[in-house]
């Protein structure tokens, strides 16, 4: 069974920094990508960033470019995300997902083509 779990979220002021860890468990062989979402209310839920498990590949939504990093770690089968200079409209539930596919690319934009998501952790940014 596949499981996600996120921990790092939390509040912070204007320009500082906090690190989303994305735990997964029960990965199958094959493609997969981990995507990080968030969805502020009122506001449809958009991909931030996702990183390719097989090839390391990695997208960024161009509001946190420069600002995001996205990073994996093989053997504790965890993703990070690191985001500095966080701006009060950073402010959202952040989620990570996991999409399995039998082919490239994996990583996409879209949530519905993932499979799995975890519970979601509350980043807010203060003024």
């Known amino acids: 069974q596949v499981q996600l779990v996120e921990s790092g979220g939390g509040l912070v002021h204007d320009g500082g920094s906090l690190t989303l860890s994305c735990a997964a468990s029960?990965?199958?062989?094959?493609?997969?990508?981990i995507g990080w979402f968030r969805q502020a209310p009122g506001k449809e839920r958009e991909a931030v960033s996702c990183?390719?498990?097989?090839?390391?590949?990695?997208y960024y939504l161009d509001s946190v470019k420069g600002r995001f990093t996205v990073s994996r770690d093989a053997a504790k089968n965890t993703v990070y995300l690191e985001m500095n200079s966080l701006k009060p409209e950073d402010t959202a539930v952040y989620y990570c997902a996991i999409r399995f596919t039998t082919v490239p690319p994996t990583c996409v934009i879209n949530p519905n083509w993932y499979n799995y998501w975890g519970q979601g952790t509350q980043v807010t940014v203060s003024s």
């Open positions: 029960g990965i199958m062989p094959g493609y997969y990508a």
């Open positions: 990183i390719s498990g097989n090839d390391g590949s990695t």
